[in-house]
């Protein structure tokens, strides 16, 4: 069973800094695409950016020159780093992973527990 560990979330003044962390541990044979989804009060949980296993990106109009999305899959672990922030960006972070693993190598896609980020002054 592959899991996923996410790290980086707090408090932060707008215009500030974060940057989030996951890592996914397990039987793992590959991972494909891996991103970053958000859930804001009263909102529904959208993309905020996605890196395919070839490296390519793409990120959500909102955060486009102020987030960078990248992984190390030696470790098995995607970044997001987050400049700039602002007061509408507060939200809790999930990351979501999908490759082949377990003990069939079969196709799963997992989510993270979440980690709040709070941009406020």
């Known amino acids: 069973q592959v899991q996923l560990v996410e790290s980086g979330g707090g408090s932060v003044q707008p215009g500030g800094s974060l940057r989030l962390s996951c890592a996914a541990s397990?039987?793992?044979?590959?991972?494909?695409?891996m991103a970053w989804y958000r859930q804001g009060p009263g909102k529904e949980r959208e993309l905020v950016a996605k890196?395919?296993?070839?490296?390519?990106?793409n990120y959500a109009d909102a955060v486009k020159g102020r987030f960078t999305i990248s992984r190390d899959n030696a470790k098995n672990t995607v970044y997001m780093e987050m400049n700039s922030l602002k007061p509408e960006d507060t939200a809790v972070y999930y990351c979501?992973?999908?490759?082949?693993?377990?003990?069939?190598?079969?196709?799963?896609?997992?989510w993270g527990q979440g980690t709040l980020v709070t941009v406020s002054s």
């Open positions: 397990g039987i793992i044979f590959s991972i494909d695409a």
């Open positions: 979501n992973v999908a490759g082949k693993g377990g003990p069939w190598w079969s196709d799963f896609e997992v």
């Open positions: 890196i395919t296993g070839g490296d390519s990106t």
